[in-house]
């Protein structure tokens, strides 16, 4: 999007319950004021809404559609039961607090629940629920700035009926928070400002951690590099281990985003409300072959009998499998194999949930036989790694980095524009 494209405030809207959740009722909080735009009779309280031949249902009452609104944050309307973190090892139902126009309808049977809010109220919950209040600044700045960035270069990019939805395929949008005035003073600071390359609105990726190593773009989606996303190494020096990615991912080497910068004690203290402290620079996971063949006999919905090997076919700079080659013998004693095609179908088959990211080494321990006995990944970083690295820009934050020199990291050749 050009930057001339957008010179006032835009009003956006979120995508709260989607059709694909498959809600039949959906249960809200609703002061006593509020009104049913739609209908003469209040309705208020809880209010369970339902799905039925009519359309939709609210106290008793049919509606085609249901309009509500609330604009304070002291009336907010409490939504029960959100869905978060779809398909992530962390996913779970949470109750989020919005202001503005909620707009519910029917879409093929299932209840599509829709926040319209303008823009800088959304990114106040965005930046809070990708990461805490007890951020630094500078890290508040830059993140804020990264969400407006990716927003407006990206409305309705993966959804059609709504601009964006409020999970991580878009970005987390956890509704109301309270928010400590020094938070809300690094928002504020940052009111219109986005990245840009060219007069261009920059595609401003971000993940949790990238490991050491940020990936390219290309890499994660499908299209053409693009200049501001491309690989960096996320460290202050020069790295003896930056390319030879086996000794990276050993070793551990001191990035922006290993627990040099970011103690690993002290990661609880930064993460969203929906995130668990955990190892987020190098993990480890072990299958026996049991749990290996059933894991991926389930996700990939093969007849594997034995598994023979995992071979990863291409990697990218940070690491990252992009594909990877499942052998194994299938229930008619037959050699066979199928290639894994992206960092997420990795992810998606290693893991009950989501394995963390697709960079990871693989030891693989037989018997005499030459059996596969276990399988162990040893990882790194959280997330496909394009873009801004959070950890990374946290570690840049708490060691002094201004939000622009954290920016500047991450996306390189680019500046700052303020748009309204």
């Known amino acids: 999007m050009l930057v001339s494209d957008i010179n006032s405030e835009p009003t956006i809207q979120v995508g709260i319950i989607l059709p694909e959740d498959k809600y039949k009722q959906v249960r809200i909080l609703i002061p006593e004021h509020e009104r049913n735009k739609k209908s003469k009779n209040s309705i208020s309280g809880n209010i369970d809404i339902k799905i039925n031949k009519q359309g939709l249902t609210a106290n008793k009452q049919h509606f085609n559609e249901i309009l509500l609104s609330s604009n304070e944050p002291n009336d907010h309307l409490t939504i029960y039961s959100v869905p978060v973190g779809r ?21 093929d049977g299932y209840i599509t629940l829709i926040n319209q809010v303008p823009l800088e109220k959304y990114l106040t919950s965005v930046v809070t629920a990708e990461m805490s209040t007890d951020c630094p600044p500078a890290f508040i700045e830059a993140q804020t700035i990264a969400a407006r960035s990716w927003l407006l270069a990206n409305r309705k990019a993966n959804h059609s009926d709504f601009d964006v939805c409020n999970d991580d395929c878009c970005q987390r949008y956890q509704g109301v928070v309270d928010i400590p005035a020094n938070t809300k003073r690094a928002i504020q600071n940052t009111f219109g400002k986005v ?35 491309l690989s960096i190494v996320d460290h202050p020096e020069p790295n003896e281990y930056s390319d030879k990615i086996d000794e990276h991912i050993k070793n551990s ?30 993990w480890n996971f ?20 034995r598994v023979r090997d995992l071979i990863p076919l291409v990697r990218g700079k940070s690491g ?10 299938d229930s008619r004693n037959e050699k066979c194999s199928t290639i894994l095609k992206s960092e997420y179908e990795i992810r998606n088959a290693l893991h009950d949930k989501f394995l963390y990211s697709s960079a990871f080494l693989i030891d693989i321990e037989k018997d005499k036989e030459q059996n596969i006995k276990t399988l162990k990944l040893s990882g790194a970083g959280w997330g496909h790694g394009v873009g801004l690295c959070q950890m990374g820009a946290l570690g840049m934050a708490l060691n002094g980095s201004s939000a622009d020199e954290i920016l500047n990291h991450y996306f390189k050749d680019t500046g700052l524009t303020k748009l309204y």
């Open 286 to 305: 072990e299958y026996s072959h049991g749990k290996l063949r059933a894991l991926l006999n389930n996700k990939l919905g093969l007849n594997i009998r």
């Open 253 to 282: 080497p001191e990035s922006f985003c290993s627990p040099k910068f970011v103690l690993e004690n002290r990661i609880g203290k930064y993460l969203g409300n929906v995130d668990s402290p955990d190892s987020y620079f190098r």
């Open 320 to 329: 990252r499998i992009l594909k990877l080659e499942v052998k194994y013998i």
């Open 87 to 107: 398909g992530f090892h962390w996913g779970k139902n949470i109750d989020v607090q919005l202001i503005g126009d909620i707009h519910i309808k029917n879409t």
């Open 195 to 229: 990245i840009t390359h060219e007069n261009h609105i920059c595609d401003a990726r971000y993940s949790k951690c990238c490991g050491g190593i940020t990936e390219s773009f290309e890499n994660v989606w499908s299209g053409q590099p693009i200049p501001h996303l």
